[in-house]
């Protein structure tokens, strides 16, 4: 079984750094595709970006590109998501997931491991 565990997640003001962590834990860490996902109130959960085994590929929601970078350290199980010049339409809560596979996956419905969610408050 896959556990998975945010961190990082805050208040800040608009234009603000923030970055977020994720620790994998249970399986072989570079079997997983590795994506970040967010979900404001009565929405479903959107993917932001996402990172294959090795980090050959990633990619990137248009609304994030060039503002958010993922990245993961093999060695240490752990993925992040560093934002920059957030913007109070960033804020939600931002989840992790895990996926086997060797591509990235961008349907939040393809994914069976989910951490437990860190928010992110951005204020105008």
């Known amino acids: 079984q896959v556990q998975l565990v945010e961190s990082g997640g805050g208040l800040v003001q608009a234009g603000d750094s923030l970055s977020l962590s994720c620790t994998f834990a249970g399986r072989t860490f570079i079997s997983y595709s590795m994506s970040w996902f967010r979900q404001t109130p009565g929405e479903g959960r959107q993917f932001v970006a996402g990172?294959?085994?090795?980090?050959?590929?990633?990619l990137y929601a248009d609304s994030v590109k060039g503002r958010f970078t993922i990245s993961r350290d093999n060695a240490k199980n752990t993925v992040f998501l560093q934002m920059t010049d957030l913007q109070p339409e960033d804020t939600a809560v931002y989840y992790c997931?895990?996926?086997?596979?060797?591509?990235?996956?961008?349907?939040?419905?393809?994914?069976?491991?989910w951490g437990q969610g860190t928010q992110v408050t951005v204020s105008s």
């Open positions: 990172m294959n085994w090795n980090g050959g590929t990633t």
């Open positions: 997931a895990a996926i086997m596979s060797i591509v990235v996956v961008c349907g939040a419905e393809e994914y069976n491991y």
